[in-house]
């Protein structure tokens, strides 16, 4: 009998497993179709809103380009045959802080004087720092600037489209012409420059740069990292181009009073220069020079040749007293000189260097001193400064 009713309660508690299984199961397929019903209703409204954002961006990049159209139209016709708008609106992102002061003694090309250093300062309002992230892991960087120094931009924004020189001297062919799209020249019909420099470190919103061509105030409208695919090896040149650059000088020198004066001048110019001893600063003295940077006309009339026919015509004229005969003084491409002097001069973060070449292309560095303007020139200098004495260590 005990063992009856033993049995008995075994095969109720048999069957409540059971039928507690059989609800738990119910459940479990009911909450599984339900889920399946919701993954199946997400399903049908993310395809739904991807249909929806492919169709939002086929019709913006339509407004977009219709737009492109209609400003380029509207830049076509005018009553006067001139622009009226502009449909890529590029504004620099950048700013350079070269130790080239002017155009004259900045190298024509980049990479021709190592020492040349500069800061490239970014526009905080308009990029983010982030954009510069990985730039420093590259050795050296491309950079499209703006010639803002050219003398006719006046011109290309009277008549845009039109370019008033088609061809330009060329310095390297001693003063012949060819075109100007066949060269590196910044009188361009549209002045957009490409310069590669040495990326010598990132600073926050500062980078760091050598071996630059770049003036100083240089609006920078993008940077690009070198890449090796760059260099085309099989590449080829005219034959103006290839053997021994003529612009090379024959040797420069410094006079027995240079260092005297330089002296006398880097105990207030340091914490604005770019370079953290009077050794590199004369080193970059030294590579500019190493390079005729006179203009053509100054090549082919230097200042002692002209000097001598302005003391021919005086003689000629008895010994007039006439000023034209007894003085010259010009400023053209920052040159200063008089008659029976050969003396030329060249501006380097707010220094200025003199210095005379003689016949045979041999440099003599004579003194140097701080231009009237220098603290002007230099202020806002000293962050640059710093970023670049704290990269040398």
């Known amino acids: 009998m005990v063992e009856f009713e033993i049995g008995k309660w075994g095969v109720i508690a048999m069957g409540i497993t059971v039928a507690a299984a059989a609800i738990s199961v119910f459940f479990w397929w009911r909450e599984s179709k339900r889920a399946a019903s919701r993954i199946e209703d997400l399903e049908s409204s993310l395809n739904s809103f991807s249909q929806e954002v492919k169709s939002e961006r086929r019709g913006r990049i339509r407004a977009q380009q219709d737009l492109r159209k209609a400003l380029l139209d509207q830049e076509r016709v005018s009553a006067n045959g001139e622009s009226k708008a502009c449909a890529y609106p590029f504004v620099p992102i950048a700013v350079v802080d070269s130790c080239f002061d002017t155009r004259n003694g900045t190298p024509r090309q980049p990479l021709l004087v190592p020492h040349a250093r500069a800061c490239l300062v970014l526009n905080r309002s308009r990029v983010p720092l982030h954009t510069l992230e990985g730039l420093a892991e590259f050795s050296h960087c491309w950079i499209l600037f703006v010639f803002h120094l050219?003398?006719?931009l006046d011109k290309l924004w009277k008549y845009r489209g039109r370019t008033k020189k088609a061809k330009v001297r060329v310095p390297r062919l001693k003063g012949q012409k060819l075109g100007v799209l066949a060269t590196r020249s910044p009188h361009r019909p549209c002045p957009i420059g490409l310069s590669v420099a040495k990326v010598e470190a990132v600073d926050g919103h500062t980078?760091?740069?050598s071996g630059v061509d770049?003036?100083?105030?240089?609006p920078v409208l993008d940077i690009k990292p070198y890449l090796p695919s760059d260099c085309i090896p099989e590449a080829?040149?005219?034959k103006w181009l290839q053997g021994d650059n003529p612009l090379a000088v024959a040797s420069v020198n410094f006079s027995s009073d240079f260092k005297s004066s330089?002296?006398?001048?880097?105990?207030?110019?340091?914490?604005?220069?770019?370079y953290a001893c009077q050794d590199e600063f004369q080193t970059l003295i030294k590579q500019v020079l190493s390079w005729d940077i006179r203009s053509i006309s100054q090549q082919r009339n230097p200042h002692h040749l002209i000097a001598d026919i302005r003391n021919e015509i005086k003689?000629?004229?008895d010994g007039s007293d006439d000023d034209d005969c007894t003085y010259i003084n010009s400023r053209k491409n920052n040159v200063t000189y008089s008659p029976g002097d050969n003396t030329y001069h060249v501006d380097l973060e707010g220094f200025d260097v003199s210095y005379k070449i003689d016949d045979d292309s041999n440099i003599t560095v004579e003194n140097i001193s701080l231009c009237p303007d220098f603290l002007t020139r230099r202020k806002g200098r000293r962050i640059c400064s710093a970023a670049w004495r704290s990269n040398n260590g």
Request: with cysteine; hydrophobic share 45%; charged share 15%.
């Open 236 to 238: 080829t040149l005219p």
């Open 315 to 317: 003689n000629i004229n």
């Open 214 to 218: 770049l003036v100083d105030g240089t």
């Open 262 to 274: 330089l002296d006398n001048c880097w105990e207030i110019a340091m914490e604005h220069s770019l």
């Open 207 to 209: 980078v760091l740069l």
């Open 150 to 152: 050219n003398t006719d």
